[in-house]
T-cell receptor, first 114, second 115 residues
Framework: GENVEQHPSTLSVQEGDSAVIKCTYS??????FPWYKQELGKGPQLIID?????GEKKDQRIAVTLNKTAKHFSLHITETQPEDSAVYFC?????????????FGTGTRLKVLA | DTGVSQNPRHKITKRGQNVTFRCDPI?????LYWYRQTLGQGPEFLTY????????KSRLLSDRFSAERPKGSFSTLEIQRTEQGDSAMYLC?????????????FGDGTRLSIL
């Protein structure tokens, strides 16, 4: 079955710097890759997603890149702010013909230092 | 759009007791998912429904676990004879076939603590 690895497990950056979180997946049939932000005591919140037929997607300060050949995808946050501090999860899924279940990575705790 | 609602938010119970959680998905979302999240880990898939039909169950869902979605709207997850290892956050998510990519929207979960 699908397996998703996520690195690093913790990441500290200065406010205004960029942060990059990387994930790899094992099943080449996975075709949808969402990223979630989870704050303490809350459920995961979708922040950006990408389909396998797209190499990059950007939404303001957040971008995601996908390398299908290498089976890895990354989250990029630019101009980080203290409110970006949270745990971030990547996930992989097969949609349209799959079961739609998400296989999550183990999370990255991002700390933005003011 | 009021979001996915889960009740209760916290449940503390003694080992061996039965517990039931409720999830109200976003209105008109036809898919509903249950995940379990332990401390420091990502959510793990348990089961999912399309309307009232339960279409997939994970190996994690032992015989002590049962989920229902009787009218294709809200869902319940019951754990019988709870064990220490059941302590976790139980998350519910919903999605709609009408949304591009059908992203899953999560509730804030029910935190279960077994004494």
């Amino acid at each position: 079955g699908e397996n998703v690895e996520q690195h690093p497990s913790t990441l500290s950056v200065q406010e205004g710097d960029s942060a990059v979180i990387k994930c790899t997946y094992s099943d080449s049939a996975s075709n949808y890759f969402p990223w979630y932000k989870q704050e303490l005591g809350k459920g995961p919140q979708l922040i950006i997603d990408i389909r396998s037929n797209v190499g990059e997607k950007k939404d303001q300060r957040i971008a995601v890149t996908l390398n299908k050949t290498a089976k890895h995808f990354s989250l990029h946050i630019t101009e980080t702010q203290p409110e970006d501090s949270a745990v971030y999860f990547c996930a992989a899924s097969m949609i349209q013909w799959g079961t739609y279940k998400y296989i999550f990575g183990t999370g990255t705790r991002l700390k933005v230092l003011a | 759009d009021t979001g996915v609602s889960q009740n209760p938010r916290h449940k503390i119970t003694k080992r061996g007791q039965n517990v039931t959680f409720r999830c109200d998905p976003i209105s008109e979302h036809n898919r509903l998912y249950w995940y379990r999240q332990t401390l420091g880990q990502g959510p793990e898939f348990l089961t999912y429904f399309q309307n009232e039909a339960q279409l997939e169950k994970s190996r994690l869902l032992s015989d002590r676990f049962s989920a229902e979605r009787p009218k294709g709207s809200f869902s319940t997850l019951e754990i019988q004879r709870t064990e220490q290892g059941d302590s976790a956050m139980y998350l519910c998510a919903s999605s709609s076939v009408l949304d591009e990519n059908q992203p899953q929207h999560f509730g804030d979960g029910t935190r279960l603590s077994i004494l």
